[in-house]
């Protein structure tokens, strides 16, 4: 079992011994550790003949309005499973956790596998991971981050709203600037501090840092003709922090936890709206901003 620790909480993964850990699991490279604390969770990889063998009959819904799809099944005893695919036609893998809570296995085809084992990893820690850092105000956040004098500057958004574009105005224009992370980071409160840190998850960018630093700023962009920065009311702040973040959203008591994780960080972090181009002026305009 290969042991990695991401903002703090341990988990393990474990690869069958015909394929390369270093090829399939290379973003975890700077999280590897040899001893770990007691594991948030561990999953395994399992090659299956055929998927379908293990997929359940009861789709629940399938969620995302682009890749990858996640798919919801309903076992025979009423619990869970859950899939993740490139198309909506079937899942490409399936994700299984033991009633325990214990164990966790993401199957996938062995004639697919070479294809596929990177991508169902991948989505299966992710999916795990914010299952079970959930109670310890830790969220995964959909986002891009840019690191900038020693503090941390998230950039929010739908699919397509410029977030990577945004950060990479801010590395050429802004002086002391690296990106922390284009696409899953992770946030926790701890006492009265927002930190933010790099994660083994960045999207089509790799940049896979085991970096942290302190959430100066919260930025929701749009695309507009012109460039505007507004800071947000609390109530407003929470509608923009909230649907960015990774949840069991069926499960009462998660989101429970998650509301109390949002709330107590957009009170310790301002929130902005910047409406914008995708120019050196939004990016000089948000930074004059965010970061008084």
Request: charge should be negative; hydrophobic fraction near 40%.
């Amino acid at each position: 079992m290969h042991k990695y620790i991401v903002a703090g909480h341990a988990f393990g993964i474990t690869i069958p011994e015909s394929m390369s850990a270093q090829q399939l699991l290379k973003p975890y490279e700077p999280f590897i550790v040899d001893e770990a604390p007691q594991s948030l969770f561990d999953l395994r990889l399992e090659l299956v003949d055929s998927l379908r063998s293990v997929v359940p009959s009861k789709v629940v819904r399938c969620l995302n309005d682009e890749p990858p799809y996640f798919w919801i099944f309903e076992e025979e005893d009423g619990s869970y499973s859950f899939g993740f695919s490139y198309t909506k036609a079937h899942p490409d893998c399936l994700v299984k956790v033991s009633s325990a809570f214990n164990e966790s296995v993401v199957y996938v085809s062995s004639a697919a596998a070479d294809r596929l084992a990177e991508f169902a990893i991948s989505n299966a820690v992710m999916l795990l991971y914010a299952f079970f850092s959930a109670p310890y105000d830790t969220m995964m956040v959909h986002a891009s981050v840019i690191a900038h004098g020693g503090q941390g500057y998230m950039f929010l958004g739908k699919s397509g709203t410029g977030k990577s574009t945004h950060s990479r105005l801010w590395l050429n224009h802004i002086e002391d600037t690296e990106l922390l992370n284009d696409d899953n980071p992770v946030v926790r409160v701890h006492g009265d501090e927002v930190i933010v840190y790099g994660t083994p998850w960045s999207g089509k960018t790799p940049c896979y840092k085991n970096i942290q630093v302190p959430v100066k700023a919260v930025v929701r962009l749009s695309q507009a003709p012109y460039n505007k920065i507004a800071r947000l009311s609390p109530l407003n702040s929470f509608a923009s922090l909230m649907p960015a973040c990774s949840c069991k959203r069926w499960d009462s008591e998660a989101m429970v936890m998650l509301h109390k994780a949002v709330e107590k960080t957009i009170s310790l972090v301002p929130c902005y709206h910047l409406e914008c181009l995708p120019d050196e002026a939004a990016a000089v305009l948000c930074h004059s901003t965010v970061s008084e």
